[in-house]
């Protein structure tokens, strides 16, 4: 059975022209551009990440950057740094997309480096097809101005060379032109446009992932316009007129005769990619190449590279002024990093493991150290001479940098990123340097340690540092100086609130002494309100012994009245009895009421009328019943009285 063909699809586009956006739509439709390992290990950079960084190795061991406008050196893909980036990036193709029939790869710089990756693609027996993602030139340039500080007509020129060398790597190939703003307006039907004119089957058909699709390709996060440029720089507006004939090129500009002879005959535009940049328009007897664009784009590419051109010389004038006048006066001035040792070997500072700088004195300059092996960093301190000599040391800032995105993995820049940093040696810190790392070499052995970093991703690192270096001590005279000023202003201070603190001792020590005045008298006071407190509580003992006596009186008392009541109550029970017969007897004997109240009277009377008056037995009862009575009742009125 015969086995299907391997194929690419390499998106091409320069620099913020959206091509993290398409390759994520990509991503949601199921081909994985990131190209992740089958392992999907958190801790891993994607395989798309270590391709960039290997791009971006490749480009400084060849001396180059990105951002340059010029070609790239002659015949630099069969050079030795082409040749180890080419075999590292086939291993990663092994190995990430050993399972895949479709490779996905996009990268800005793989618009300059396709002659790399054609001669990879050919060897594994990979057959490509291209995605040119263009975006509006100015658009570009005002995003790389803002993002990386380019001026505008670099931006434009950047992204000139990126399309042109894009162009130039689709010849004779299948490819489709896809416009960033179309991107952002339909992400489904560009999907649906690569998949249909580039035979590309995904995963999942665009219209069913429409809201993924949507979500991540949004058109609010754009925030660069070209518009008609109508306020900016008139000489910009043949860089629009180029897009606009990419930009009418949308369509399937295959590499097929065929269809580029259909596509003539409907009288389409095109774009001719066998020259630079040759853009043309069509005219008697085909495509005629519009040379006054052509010259004026010439000339601001061989202006922008005359400029950066002698900048570089002057630069480097000046830098070989300066160290030639420091190597006639007290020799050449350095720094040196130090790398600690690989894990598992010795882990000593020596010569042969660490990378020496030439320093400019009094310039600013930036010290870039390529750290291929990151795992140094996590068990061990990167260490840091930054002076060879006596001088003044200011760092404002140290970093540690993804090659390829520039993205800042660690970073000291103030006060308390310093503060992670140990400086040892002889060195004397500067004070009140909470913005830059400020120190006074007074010898030659000072140096700094960084420190370990053990969340580090497994990719190389750069080591950036800015930093400026003077042979002078001025600076530690003039600090020396300048603390003995404000030492000699805080004695004064001192002095002063030494005056004050003694008057408001003095001031104190009146009040206190006041204060034990009114203390004494009123302990004085006090002495006196617990005498009388004493004698109240004696008196109030006594009052209280007395008034219980009273009490118990009272009681007694409450006792022999109610004794009185009750005998009272007895007599007059008595006295109605005893009354009652005085009445009987009365009228029995014949008396009235007030004769017959007076004892006596009615004993006197009675004995004359016994015989006469009433019968003689019951009057004898009553005599005998009320003498009865007589002396209980003489006895507790004589009682009585003696109690009264």
């Not at 990167?382 to 940098?401: E, F, K, M, Q, Y």
């Amino acid at each position: 059975m015969e086995t299907k063909e391997k194929r690419a699809l390499i998106i091409l586009g320069m620099h913020r022209s959206g091509i993290s956006a398409l390759g994520g739509g990509i991503d949601r439709l199921g081909l994985n551009p990131e190209g992740r390992s089958p392992e999907g290990r958190g801790d891993e950079y994607s395989c798309h990440e270590a391709v960039m960084v290997h791009h971006e190795i490749m480009l400084r061991n060849m001396g180059c950057r990105w951002d340059m406008v010029g070609n790239l050196p002659r015949e630099w893909h069969r050079g030795g740094a082409a040749k180890d980036a080419g075999e590292k990036i086939s291993a990663i193709i092994d190995r990430c997309f050993s399972d895949n029939r479709l490779l996905v790869m996009g990268d800005p710089r793989m618009c300059r480096l396709m002659p790399l990756w054609t001669d990879i693609l050919a060897d594994k027996g990979i057959r490509p097809c291209f995605v040119l993602l263009v975006r509006h030139p100015y658009e570009v340039a005002r995003s790389l101005e803002k993002q990386e500080g380019f001026d505008l007509l670099k931006g434009h020129l950047l992204w000139l060379v990126h399309n042109r060398e894009a162009l130039a790597a689709v010849s004779g190939r299948d490819y489709m032109i896809i416009t960033y703003d179309a991107l952002l307006a339909d992400p489904v039907h560009c999907m649906e446009k690569i998949s249909r004119r580039l035979d590309i089957n995904f995963d999942r058909p665009p219209r069913q992932a429409h809201s993924r699709l949507i979500g991540f390709v949004r058109s609010d996060l754009k925030h660069h316009y070209g518009g008609s440029l109508e306020n900016a720089d008139k000489r910009f507006s043949r860089y629009e007129w180029l897009y606009d004939q990419l930009r009418m090129n949308q369509g399937p500009a295959l590499a097929d005769s065929e269809n580029r002879t259909a596509l003539i005959e409907k009288k389409q535009m095109d774009v001719e990619i066998n020259g630079f940049p040759l853009v043309t328009s069509p005219g008697t007897g085909g495509y005629i190449a519009n040379k006054a664009y052509v010259a004026e784009m010439f000339d601001d590419v061989m202006a922008v590279l005359s400029d950066y051109e002698q900048k570089e010389v002057d630069s480097e004038a000046r830098r070989e002024k300066r160290l030639l006048e420091a190597d006639q006066k007290d020799g050449v001035l350095y720094a040196r990093v130090y790398f600690p040792g690989v894990p598992g070997q010795e882990s000593g500072y020596t010569t042969e493991n660490s990378r020496q700088v030439l320093l400019a004195p009094d310039a600013w300059q930036k010290i870039s150290v390529f750290i291929a092996d990151p795992d140094i960093l996590r068990c061990g301190r990167l260490r840091i001479d930054p002076l060879n000599s006596r001088g003044t040391v200011n760092i404002s800032s140290v970093n540690l940098v993804h090659p390829a995105n520039g993205e800042v993995i660690w970073s000291a820049f103030d006060g308390s990123g310093f503060s992670q940093c140990a400086i040892e040696g002889q060195a004397i810190v500067a004070p009140d340097s909470e913005t830059s790392m400020v120190y006074f070499a007074t010898g030659g052995d000072a140096r700094i340690l960084l420190p370990m970093i053990p969340n580090l991703p497994e990719l190389p690192l750069n080591l950036d540092i800015w930093i400026r270096v003077t042979r002078s001590l001025k600076d530690l005279n003039d600090a020396w100086a300048g603390q003995e000023k404000r030492i000699g202003a805080l004695t004064g201070q001192a002095a002063e609130a030494a005056e004050k603190l003694e008057a408001c001792q003095r001031a104190c020590d009146e009040t206190v002494s006041g204060l034990e005045s009114e203390l004494t008298e009123a302990r004085q006071s006090l002495a006196l309100k617990d005498e009388a407190l004493d004698e109240c509580r004696i008196r109030q003992e006594a009052d209280e012994k007395r008034l219980q006596e009273l009490s118990q009186n009272v009681a007694e008392q409450d006792e022999r009245i109610a004794r009185y009541y009750s005998a009272i109550s007895e007599s007059e029970r008595r006295f109605s009895e005893l009354h009652a017969w005085f009445a009987r007897l009365a009228e029995l004997l014949g008396f009235d009421e007030t004769t017959a109240s007076s004892s006596v009277h009615l004993v006197k009377k009675s004995s004359k009328v016994f015989s006469r008056k009433a019968p003689i037995d019951e009057i004898q009862t009553v005599f005998r019943n009320f003498y009865a009575m007589m002396p209980e009742i003489d006895a507790s009125v004589a009682a009585e009285e003696e109690k009264r």
